[in-house]
């Protein structure tokens, strides 16, 4: 994948970043997290070496709380920025180009993979209703529906409390993406197809 950010870009909008207020290293990281709705993420070793060298330069400063260091923009890095307003604006411009050549891509991959789980999906099916038409003719087997039907609900419900579960536990840490949410309704969909086919064969 081509670089996220062009020589240079990054620190410029790290300034952009700190313009709105102090923040801490982890703050900065999510911020740009959520720029990029969820497709990017830069890591530790790749802001924090920026955050020093503007510091170097004059254009941020730093105060320690706790264990914590939290960034602010200085007058000199203010100036730095409103000098160059229209190269952030080309900055913002790219990084919303990058944003729909990522979202595409991961579509792609999701694409790629529903084909292989559909595929999957129905081979399982097929293989299940093989076995329950033997094991009918050979063994002379009449399933309880009542029985079956109730297990069938009851592994329905486990499914959707085990993802309500999984959703909640990664919403109170990260907001879910566009494309998270399109996986699952992708998901959910084709899962949905392949059950009412092997219900109505």
Known sequence: MPPVFAHGALRLYLLALLETGPKHGYELIKALGDRFGGTYSPSAGTIYPRLGKLEEEGLVATETEGRRTKYFITDAGRAELDGRREELAD?????????????????????????????????????????????SRTAGYTPDGQRMLKEAELMVQAFRDDIRIELRQHGASHPLTPVALETVRTVLDQARISIRNSLRN
Request: proline share 0%.
């Open 91 to 135: 900055v913002e411009d790219t990084i919303s180009a990058s944003v729909r050549r990522l979202a595409d891509n991961l579509r792609d991959d999701i694409r790629t993979n529903m084909r292989g789980l559909r595929a999957d999906l129905a081979a399982t099916a097929e293989a299940a209703r093989t076995s329950a038409t033997f094991r």
